[in-house]
Protein backbone atom coordinates (compact mmCIF):
# COMPACT_ATOMS: atom_id res chain seq x y z
CA UNK A 1 0.00 0.00 0.00
CA UNK A 2 1.17 3.61 -1.04
CA UNK A 3 0.29 6.59 0.25
CA UNK A 4 -0.46 10.04 -1.84
CA UNK A 5 -0.37 13.25 -0.11
CA UNK A 6 -2.89 16.11 -2.15
CA UNK A 7 -3.80 19.49 -0.79
CA UNK A 8 -4.88 20.28 2.77
CA UNK A 9 -5.92 17.28 4.82
CA UNK A 10 -6.57 15.17 1.78
CA UNK A 11 -4.15 11.71 1.77
CA UNK A 12 -4.85 8.61 -0.41
CA UNK A 13 -3.85 5.14 -0.45
CA UNK A 14 -2.80 3.37 -3.24
CA UNK A 15 -2.52 -0.57 -3.88
CA UNK A 16 -2.82 -3.40 -6.35
CA UNK A 17 -5.49 -6.63 -5.63
CA UNK A 18 -7.81 -8.53 -6.98
CA UNK A 19 -9.62 -11.44 -5.80
CA UNK A 20 -8.30 -14.06 -8.26
CA UNK A 21 -4.26 -14.56 -7.17
CA UNK A 22 -1.67 -15.31 -9.41
CA UNK A 23 -2.90 -13.69 -12.64
CA UNK A 24 -2.27 -10.36 -14.56
CA UNK A 25 -3.64 -7.79 -15.26
CA UNK A 26 -4.63 -6.70 -11.87
CA UNK A 27 -6.48 -4.12 -10.54
CA UNK A 28 -5.04 -0.73 -8.63
CA UNK A 29 -7.80 0.46 -5.84
CA UNK A 30 -7.38 3.77 -4.15
CA UNK A 31 -9.21 5.10 -0.99
CA UNK A 32 -9.18 8.63 0.03
CA UNK A 33 -9.23 10.70 2.99
CA UNK A 34 -10.05 14.57 3.27
CA UNK A 35 -9.51 14.42 7.25
CA UNK A 36 -6.12 13.43 7.12
CA UNK A 37 -6.50 9.77 7.24
CA UNK A 38 -8.88 9.94 10.35
CA UNK A 39 -11.43 8.36 8.17
CA UNK A 40 -11.48 7.06 4.58
CA UNK A 41 -14.08 6.66 1.55
CA UNK A 42 -14.96 2.93 -0.20
CA UNK A 43 -11.99 1.78 -2.42
CA UNK A 44 -12.26 2.59 -5.85
CA UNK A 45 -10.97 1.02 -8.72
CA UNK A 46 -9.16 3.62 -11.07
CA UNK A 47 -6.79 1.50 -13.39
CA UNK A 48 -5.51 -1.96 -14.20
CA UNK A 49 -1.96 -2.89 -14.34
CA UNK A 50 0.50 -5.63 -15.81
CA UNK A 51 3.13 -5.64 -13.31
CA UNK A 52 3.88 -3.97 -10.15
CA UNK A 53 3.23 -0.12 -9.77
CA UNK A 54 5.34 2.93 -7.93
CA UNK A 55 3.44 6.08 -6.87
CA UNK A 56 4.87 9.65 -6.09
CA UNK A 57 2.91 12.67 -4.80
CA UNK A 58 4.07 16.68 -4.68
CA UNK A 59 1.93 19.59 -4.57
CA UNK A 60 -1.63 18.12 -4.52
CA UNK A 61 -0.54 15.76 -7.87
CA UNK A 62 -0.42 12.03 -7.75
CA UNK A 63 1.73 10.44 -10.22
CA UNK A 64 1.27 5.97 -10.61
CA UNK A 65 3.55 4.30 -12.73
CA UNK A 66 2.30 0.96 -13.83
CA UNK A 67 2.25 -1.22 -17.02
CA UNK A 68 -0.37 -1.23 -19.78
CA UNK A 69 -0.34 -3.66 -22.84
CA UNK A 70 -1.04 -7.58 -22.76
CA UNK A 71 0.86 -11.09 -22.38
CA UNK A 72 3.41 -10.23 -25.37
CA UNK A 73 3.56 -6.40 -25.61
CA UNK A 74 3.69 -4.26 -22.62
CA UNK A 75 4.19 -0.26 -22.21
CA UNK A 76 5.54 1.74 -18.93
CA UNK A 77 2.66 4.25 -18.46
CA UNK A 78 2.14 7.37 -15.87
CA UNK A 79 -1.09 8.02 -14.56
CA UNK A 80 -1.61 12.02 -13.39
CA UNK A 81 -4.21 13.85 -11.37
CA UNK A 82 -4.41 17.21 -9.66
CA UNK A 83 -8.43 16.67 -8.16
CA UNK A 84 -7.09 13.60 -6.10
CA UNK A 85 -8.10 11.20 -8.39
CA UNK A 86 -11.78 12.43 -9.76
CA UNK A 87 -9.89 12.14 -13.14
CA UNK A 88 -6.81 10.82 -14.31
CA UNK A 89 -4.56 11.23 -17.85
CA UNK A 90 -2.33 8.74 -18.62
CA UNK A 91 0.94 8.84 -21.01
CA UNK A 92 3.15 6.22 -22.43
CA UNK A 93 6.23 6.55 -20.91
CA UNK A 94 9.12 4.02 -22.32
CA UNK A 95 9.18 5.04 -25.63
CA UNK A 96 10.44 2.62 -28.52
CA UNK A 97 12.17 0.67 -24.86
CA UNK A 98 10.54 -3.06 -25.39
CA UNK A 99 9.17 -4.24 -21.92
CA UNK A 100 8.54 -8.13 -21.54
CA UNK A 101 5.84 -9.61 -18.61
CA UNK A 102 7.87 -9.53 -15.64
CA UNK A 103 5.82 -8.17 -12.46
CA UNK A 104 8.31 -8.99 -9.87
CA UNK A 105 10.71 -6.07 -11.26
CA UNK A 106 9.04 -2.70 -10.43
CA UNK A 107 10.24 1.09 -11.86
CA UNK A 108 11.23 4.32 -9.46
CA UNK A 109 8.85 7.18 -9.76
CA UNK A 110 9.89 10.48 -7.91
CA UNK A 111 8.54 14.38 -8.21
CA UNK A 112 10.33 17.20 -7.79
CA UNK A 113 8.85 20.22 -5.74
CA UNK A 114 8.33 22.12 -8.96
CA UNK A 115 6.30 19.14 -10.57
CA UNK A 116 9.42 17.50 -12.83
CA UNK A 117 8.80 13.76 -12.60
CA UNK A 118 11.87 11.41 -12.75
CA UNK A 119 11.05 7.39 -14.11
CA UNK A 120 13.84 5.01 -13.92
CA UNK A 121 12.49 1.56 -15.27
CA UNK A 122 13.95 -2.31 -15.84
CA UNK A 123 14.39 -4.15 -18.65
CA UNK A 124 15.33 -7.16 -20.30
CA UNK A 125 18.86 -6.83 -22.27
CA UNK A 126 18.38 -10.79 -23.81
CA UNK A 127 14.74 -12.00 -24.64
CA UNK A 128 15.93 -15.05 -25.24
CA UNK A 129 13.32 -18.23 -24.71
CA UNK A 130 14.69 -18.99 -21.62
CA UNK A 131 14.07 -15.18 -20.19
CA UNK A 132 10.77 -14.50 -21.84
CA UNK A 133 8.12 -15.29 -19.12
CA UNK A 134 4.61 -15.49 -19.33
CA UNK A 135 1.58 -16.10 -16.84
CA UNK A 136 1.94 -19.80 -16.82
CA UNK A 137 5.55 -19.76 -16.01
CA UNK A 138 5.59 -16.50 -14.02
CA UNK A 139 3.02 -18.92 -11.59
CA UNK A 140 5.54 -21.70 -11.34
CA UNK A 141 8.75 -20.00 -10.42
CA UNK A 142 6.32 -18.26 -7.59
CA UNK A 143 7.14 -21.58 -5.82
CA UNK A 144 10.60 -22.74 -7.11
CA UNK A 145 13.86 -21.75 -5.91
CA UNK A 146 14.50 -19.84 -8.82
CA UNK A 147 17.54 -17.93 -9.78
CA UNK A 148 16.98 -14.91 -12.56
CA UNK A 149 19.20 -16.03 -15.83
CA UNK A 150 18.11 -13.24 -17.30
CA UNK A 151 20.36 -9.52 -17.89
CA UNK A 152 18.94 -6.34 -17.22
CA UNK A 153 19.47 -2.80 -18.82
CA UNK A 154 17.90 0.81 -16.66
CA UNK A 155 16.44 3.96 -18.44
CA UNK A 156 15.69 6.95 -17.22
CA UNK A 157 12.90 9.39 -18.31
CA UNK A 158 11.60 12.61 -16.82
CA UNK A 159 8.55 14.74 -17.43
CA UNK A 160 8.55 18.45 -16.97
CA UNK A 161 4.81 19.43 -18.14
CA UNK A 162 3.49 17.44 -15.17
CA UNK A 163 3.74 13.87 -17.01
CA UNK A 164 1.73 15.23 -20.24
CA UNK A 165 4.46 14.18 -21.93
CA UNK A 166 8.01 11.94 -21.53
CA UNK A 167 11.22 12.59 -23.12
CA UNK A 168 13.20 9.63 -24.98
CA UNK A 169 14.48 7.26 -22.39
CA UNK A 170 18.27 7.21 -21.91
CA UNK A 171 20.28 3.91 -20.77
CA UNK A 172 21.97 4.03 -17.70
CA UNK A 173 24.01 1.34 -16.80
CA UNK A 174 27.56 0.63 -18.79
CA UNK A 175 27.71 -3.12 -18.57
CA UNK A 176 24.08 -5.24 -18.20
CA UNK A 177 22.87 -6.44 -14.60
CA UNK A 178 22.90 -10.20 -14.06
CA UNK A 179 19.36 -11.23 -12.72
CA UNK A 180 21.65 -13.67 -10.71
CA UNK A 181 22.87 -10.65 -8.55
CA UNK A 182 19.45 -9.43 -7.34
CA UNK A 183 19.65 -10.25 -3.57
CA UNK A 184 16.92 -13.90 -3.13
CA UNK A 185 14.51 -14.57 -0.30
CA UNK A 186 13.24 -17.70 0.30
CA UNK A 187 14.85 -18.55 -2.62
CA UNK A 188 12.56 -16.86 -5.03
CA UNK A 189 11.51 -13.24 -4.16
CA UNK A 190 13.83 -10.26 -5.59
CA UNK A 191 13.14 -7.98 -2.76
CA UNK A 192 16.08 -5.85 -3.95
CA UNK A 193 15.31 -5.98 -7.60
CA UNK A 194 12.39 -2.88 -7.50
CA UNK A 195 14.02 0.88 -8.44
CA UNK A 196 13.77 3.86 -6.92
CA UNK A 197 14.74 7.85 -7.85
CA UNK A 198 14.81 10.93 -6.05
CA UNK A 199 13.99 14.15 -7.03
CA UNK A 200 15.27 18.06 -6.86
CA UNK A 201 14.72 20.70 -8.19
CA UNK A 202 18.17 20.37 -10.19
CA UNK A 203 19.01 16.91 -10.23
CA UNK A 204 17.42 13.28 -10.11
CA UNK A 205 19.34 10.34 -8.19
CA UNK A 206 18.92 6.97 -9.98
CA UNK A 207 18.78 4.47 -6.88
Same mark, same amino acid.
Given at each position: IQVLFGDGNNVSLVWVWDAVPWT #????? #? !? +?SSSDGGTTFGEPTPILETWGSINTTSANGTFAIAYRVGDENNQQLAVATTSDNGQTWTST? $? /?? &? =?? %?? @?DPDK?? *?? *? !???DNTIDLVFYTKDNPAANCTLTIESWQQIQFE &? #? =??????? =??? $? /? /? /? &??? %??FAEPIQLNQ????GDDF +?? @???DSQPGSHLAV +??? &?EFAYPI
Open positions: #WPRTV #W !M +AI $T /SG &D =VP %LY @FGP *GI *G !MSP &D #W =VDPCTYN =VYY $T /S /S /S &DGG %LSQPIH +AR @FEG +ASG &D
